[in-house]
Structure formats: structure tokens, C-alpha cells
């Protein structure tokens, strides 16, 4: 009810202090603005400990610093920007802060590239083969598997590097192709977000050759979740196979899965889709957290065509949670823009990116009245060639007037980016700057607990060993 009542609550204070249209401000009421102002950002009634405020100044110390640069970071692509962030202090305390949980991460862009390259790709039995567009596929055979359309013959890897004397470059070049990261210009690189998606959607193909191997699958999740948990996420939702992981990190506290279909499907196999997802979730309830449409919005069908699929559910009585990418586009007054509106009318949990919410006021109010977070990644969506500069993010606004939001990484892999930590270092610097403390840090990382699709005693366990741990970060920082 907090959420609900503060827009009231604001606009009554500002009504008093304004009603009397004085022609000399008041510098008392002046100062009454200003910390109004600032206690509607998010982290903005967070209470801070003794110990808390210690480490508060060394980081708004930090902070100044940071702004008075003449390459200010979150103002360059992140592909130049990246050098820059993982040299300042900063990031290095982001990097050992307890981040709570990545809400937003897709399961074949988790796992850094390289791993893929210099661990799967040396597995026997894996096949190579060009696309005549340049970008790769994979696949594992006893022998040559049938061949593609429009892909060279199938090469053995096992055969190509035993010929070689260097096998340096192949494998440099085989991590260029499963990652939009590259030392060119980007904006030069990727002219159009036509051909940054194509790019992107073609390493997805590449990476899923290797990964949907039954053999490297469990290895494969194993290492996104072990890359999570270096980075300090304690827990994640994304396909995963979790045993092994937790037995060895007590403090892990695991991973759920939200069940995904490329939205570029009939709506009529949707339905089975959506049949199955309510399977799942009746079959492994502990697992499984909800359904999702994924892929480029702005050339996948909108959420409205799929509207009787996705009221099956409800019309059955059946709780099937959504977590709907809505809002991923600047592609205003299409049949796509609509699609935060219809994530709302859907009872989505949280919206994925809702980058197009400040074009949508009714959408962004029911966001905002429902407690139905955004869930906001700000490399991903920089890359993707939505916004230049993350001081212009929608999410800097959201920041201030305290909307309910968690930070998150998409793609991590195919950005060359941490699991957590840089797009941490861009919601924290870019989105308010000095506006930020270590209050705004505390509420993002509880968000992602309080957001997430655990069960309320589960969030209560998983909101009291983050406690834990974040007091221990604070007095190991200050």
C-alpha cells in the first residue's frame, strides 16, 4: 500500500509548500523540495546504519571523482567504455557487493565465449560449418552430420587443429562470431539496430549448436552459475541444473527457470506451448517460475495476437505466472508499442526492459500502483542501439521518482559484460550520478529479492542471508 500512496502523499506536501505563489522563495521551503526530492528516488527512505553512512561517504567521495572525468563511462558505448569501468573504484566495490539476484538473463548469453571456445569446442565430435552470411553453426556427431542450406561442408575441429601450428587465431576468431564484442568501432560496426540484431541473433545459433549437446549442457549451467556467483548474485532465474552447483555453494541460494518461445511462432502453437508450460508448472512447481516470449520485438508478433493463449491460463483458473518483454523498442505508436499495456492486462509478474514506459503514462502508473517492477538492463539495451548516452535512459527517471525496478544483464556474454557488476556500475553512475548513494545500491539489490518469483518464506530466507552477507561487505569496505 506504500507504493500506492506515495504519489498522493507527494503532491499533497507540494501543494502546501507551493499554495501561497510567493514572489521571493523561501530558502527553508526551498530545502523542503530538495529532500522531498530526494527521498523519492529509490533507496531514498532507506535508513542507514553507522556503519553504513561511513561507507556512504567513502562512496560518494568516490563518486565525484568518477562524475569529474573527462570520459565519463556510462556516456560511451560499452564496448569503449568497459577499459574505463573496470579500472575505477567503483566498480571494484560494485564487484564485491552482494547484488541479491539476476532476474533478467537468458540461458544461451550467460557463460562467458571463451569458455565455450576453449573448453566445448575441444570436445570430440564436434562439427564446424560457415552460413553463406559468415556466421557459424555448430554440432556434435559421431560422424559428418547431414548437411545445411546455405552452410559450408561440415569441418571436425578435432582434424582442423591437429593440422595447424597455431590454433590461436582459429579460436580468436571463433569467439569474434559468438559475441557482438568487438575492437572496431562499434557504432561503426553496428551502423543499425537491423544489423546489431542480425549479428546478435546469429550468435545465439552458434552458441545453442554447442549448448543443447546433452554433455555440455550440465557443465554449461554449471559455469554461468559459478560465473554468477563470482560476480556476488546468490541467486538467478534462468534454465538451469541446479543440484551439484548448491551442494557445492551452501551460500548459493539456487535458480529457478521461466520457460521461453521465440514470439515469431503461430498463435495457434502457441496454445500448446502455453498447455505445456502449465505442465511444467504443475510437474515441478519448486523449478519452475513462469512463461515469456522472447526475441526481437519489433519484428515478432505483439502480445495482443497471442491473446488467447495466453488467457487460457486464467480462463481455467490456473496461475500461471508471466514475466513478459514488453516495451523493448523506440518504435512508438506500433502495434508492438502497445505491448506494456497488454503485459499489464495480462498480469504479468514484472516487465522485461520497459524502455518505451515513459511513452506510456497509464502503463507506467499501473507499474508503478501493481508494484510490478521493471526489470532494466542498461548495457543490453545501449548495445541494441535503443539509447547512446545512459544518462538519457528512461530508468534515470524511474531512478528518481523511486518506480519499482531491478537491474539485470540480458545477454552478459554476448556483451563482453559481467554477470552483474557492469550493468551495476551504468544503473548506479549513469542513471543520477552524485543523486546516488549506498541507500539506491541497498533497495536495487533487495528488489531483486522482494521481485523475485520465490515464495514469500523463501524470499524471507533469501532476504535474510543476503542481510548477512551485505553486512559483511559493508565492514570489510569501509
Known sequence: MEVQRRPVAVACVLSCLLALGMSIPDPGRREELIKLEASMRVG??????????????????LMQEEVAKEDFPPALHFFKARPLIRSSPIYSLLQKMPKGAALHVHDFAMVDVE????NVTYRPHCYMCYTDDGSLRFFFSSGPPKP?????????????????????????????????????DPEEAYPSQDVVWKRFE???LATLGLVSYAPVFKDYYHEGLSQFYRDNVMYVEVRALLTQFVEEHPDFFGA????????????????????????LQVDFPETMAGFDLVGREDTGWPLWYFREALSLPASQGFKLPYFFHAGETD???????????????????RIGHGFAVLRHPVAKNLSRLNGVPLEVCPISNQVLKLVTD?????????????HPLVISSDDPSMFGASGLSDDFYEAFVGFGGPSNNLGSLKELAMNSIRYSS????????????????????VIENL
Open 44 to 61: 531514498g527512505n532507506v535508513r542507514l546504519s553507522p556503519e553504513e553512512k561511513l561507507l556512504d561517504a567513502r562512496l560518494s567521495k
Open 115 to 118: 569458455w565455450l571456445v576453449r
Open 148 to 184: 545445411l542450406t546455405q552452410c559450408s561442408p561440415w569441418t571436425l575441429l578435432e582434424k582442423l587443429r591437429a593440422k595447424m601450428v597455431n590454433v590461436t587465431d582459429l579460436d580468436n576468431s571463433l569467439i569474434s562470431n559468438m559475441t557482438l564484442w568487438t575492437q572496431e
Open 202 to 204: 546469429q550468435a545465439f
Open 256 to 279: 529457478r527457470i521461466i520457460y521461453t518461445v521465440h514470439r515469431g511462432i503461430n498463435a495457434s502453437v502457441l496454445i500448446l506451448v502455453v498447455k505445456e508450460a502449465m505442465k
Open 331 to 349: 518504435q512508438e505508436g506500433t502495434e508492438v508499442d502497445q505491448n506494456m499495456l497488454d503485459a499489464l492486462l495480462f498480469n504479468t509478474s
Open 390 to 402: 545512459l544518462r538519457n535512459h528512461p530508468a534515470a527517471v524511474l531512478m528518481s521518482e523511486g
Open 454 to 473: 520465490l515464495p514469500p518464506n523463501l524470499q524471507e530466507k533469501a532476504m535474510a542471508l543476503w542481510q548477512t552477507k551485505w553486512n559483511t561487505f
